[in-house]
């Protein structure tokens, strides 16, 4: 299974400010996911991110907004632009691994408060 | 469309109960099922899968799933909960392609 870092763990953010949260894998995948959790809510799919090539945004989600990268088969980031305390969440990574059976290995969140 | 629901948001079972936490999917084919788990604080973490075969799934920390076909239910249950369990609990279903649906979340307490 892969083991994935993400920084920073939590922050707290101004109005406005953009952040940039990483997330490391331990080994090469294909594809990884970039997730986000409002308080008290289940997960929502923000985009994937293949390595070269554009990051596919979901419905509602847009990369002026959430511009990511990937430049590499181990490393991606997320950054949140100009943030509304509505960007107050969780922002998850996660990896798919091995054959498409849909398993994914999660990390463990960075917690995002915006004032 | 493909969807989870989740129906109890939130469940309380006191310290050696059985537990069961109930979910139903929407899919016109057999799925790809999961049961995660999110410790307060924690990403999730995969407590089992089904993909095919023995309806019966075992799979980390006493935790158990059965697969019903008939009733589209994917319903995880453990025989004695332990005070350690008291996480968010979200099943989820993976149709192919890139998505993975999960519910919406059901927490659980456990009191002593």
């Known amino acids: 299974s892969a083991v994935i870092s993400q920084k920073p763990s939590r922050d707290i953010c101004q109005r406005g400010t953009s952040l940039t949260i990483q997330c490391q894998v331990d080994?090469?995948?294909?594809?990884m996911f970039w997730y986000r959790q409002q308080p008290g809510q289940s997960l929502t799919l923000i985009a994937t991110?293949?390595?070269?090539?554009?990051?596919?945004?979901e419905s509602g989600f847009v990369i002026d907004k959430f511009p990511i990268s990937r430049p590499n088969l181990t490393f991606s980031t997320l950054t949140v632009s100009n943030m509304s305390p509505e960007d107050s969440s969780i922002y998850l990574c996660?990896?798919?691994?091995?054959?498409?059976?849909?398993?994914?290995?999660f990390g463990e969140g960075s917690r995002l408060t915006v004032l | 469309a493909q969807s989870v629901t989740q129906p109890d948001i939130h469940i309380t079972v006191s310290e050696g109960a059985s537990l069961e936490l109930r979910c139903n999917y929407s899919?016109?084919?057999?799925?790809?099922l999961f049961w995660y788990v999110q410790s307060p604080g924690q990403g999730l973490q995969l407590l089992l899968k089904?993909?095919?075969?023995?309806?019966l799934v075992q799979g980390i920390k006493g935790f158990e799933a059965e697969f019903k076909r008939s009733q589209s239910s994917f319903n995880l249950r453990k025989p004695s909960v332990h005070w350690s369990d008291a996480a968010e609990y979200f099943c989820?279903?993976?149709?192919?392609?890139?998505?993975?649906?999960f519910g919406a979340g059901t927490r659980l307490f456990v009191k002593a």
């Open positions: 996660s990896v798919r691994q091995g054959a498409n059976t849909g398993e994914l290995f």
């Open positions: 080994s090469q995948v294909t594809m």
């Open positions: 991110a293949n390595q070269g090539s554009e990051a596919t945004y």
């Open positions: 899919y016109g084919a057999t799925p790809y």
């Open positions: 089904y993909f095919s075969g023995d309806t």
């Open positions: 989820a279903v993976y149709t192919g392609g890139f998505k993975t649906i």
